[in-house]
T-cell receptor, first 113, second 112 residues
Framework: TQLLEQSPQFLSIQEGENLTVYCNSSSVFSSLQWYRQEPGEGPVLLVTVVTGGEVKKLKRLTFQFGDARKDSSLHITAAQPGDTGLYLCAGAQSGGGADGLTFGKGTHLIIQP | KAGVTQTPRYLIKTRGQQVTLSCSPISGHRSVSWYQQTPGQGLQFLFEYFSETQRNKGNFPGRFSGRQFSNSRSEMNVSTLELGDSALYLC???????????FGSGTQLSVL
């Protein structure tokens, strides 16, 4: 069973601060996806990273895929209350198919005004 | 373009009953997958359907089953409900499966 470990599990910070959350595994993934989930809703895809070492920016969010394609990080600059939510990473094995997606348990992020 | 629609949003059942959940994928998406989400276990894969065929199955007992219709709509069924089946059941659709899942809002199932 492939595991994706996310850290920290919980994070509460003040508006305007920066933060980084991590997603680590001992397995190699062909790609990694990040989702954000708000209470009472399904996860929403934020980004997919495919190449080892790849960095993608989405406004104040920066996603990085590790060189060995075993880990990823999400950095948020100047966090805002609207960033509050559960951040999930999901790794895909080569070959596709939904069963190739392994989800981490997520980081619960609270941004206090 | 309409998103993934799941019905019902909330469901309360008692032990031993059965339940059917429905999912309408995004138009043009042929892959539908189902996940169970609980606070303790996170998102766990149930199964994936593609063009009416079950393509992959997670590690759940046979009480959990599903199907997909020719219009790509999907249903999942849980028979002989147990307390531990209480969870948020999420459906996700995609063009080819795996990459870039679009989730519905889920069905919150409570088993009493």
């Amino acid at each position: 069973t492939q595991l994706l470990e996310q850290s920290p599990q919980f994070l509460s910070i003040q508006e305007g601060e920066n933060l980084t959350v991590y997603c680590n595994s001992s397995s190699v993934f062909s790609s990694l996806q990040w989702y954000r989930q708000e209470p009472g809703e399904g996860p929403v895809l934020l980004v997919t990273v495919v190449t080892g070492g790849e960095v993608k920016k989405l406004k104040r969010l920066t996603f990085q895929f590790g060189d060995a394609r075993k880990d990823s990080s999400l950095h948020i600059t100047a966090a805002q209350p609207g960033d509050t939510g559960l951040y999930l990473c999901a790794g895909a094995q080569s070959g596709g198919g939904a069963d190739g997606l392994t989800f981490g348990k997520g980081t619960h992020l609270i941004i206090q005004p | 373009k309409a998103g993934v629609t799941q019905t019902p949003r909330y469901l309360i059942k008692t032990r031993g009953q059965q339940v059917t959940l429905s999912c309408s994928p995004i138009s043009g998406h042929r892959s539908v997958s189902w996940y169970q989400q609980t606070p303790g276990q996170g998102l766990q894969f149930l199964f994936e359907y593609f063009s009416e065929t079950q393509r992959n199955k997670g590690n759940f007992p046979g009480r959990f089953s599903g199907r997909q219709f020719s219009n790509s709509r999907s249903e999942m069924n849980v028979s002989t409900l147990e307390l531990g089946d209480s969870a948020l059941y999420l459906c996700a659709s995609s063009l080819v499966g795996g990459m870039g899942l679009f989730f519905g809002s889920g069905t919150q199932l409570s088993v009493l």
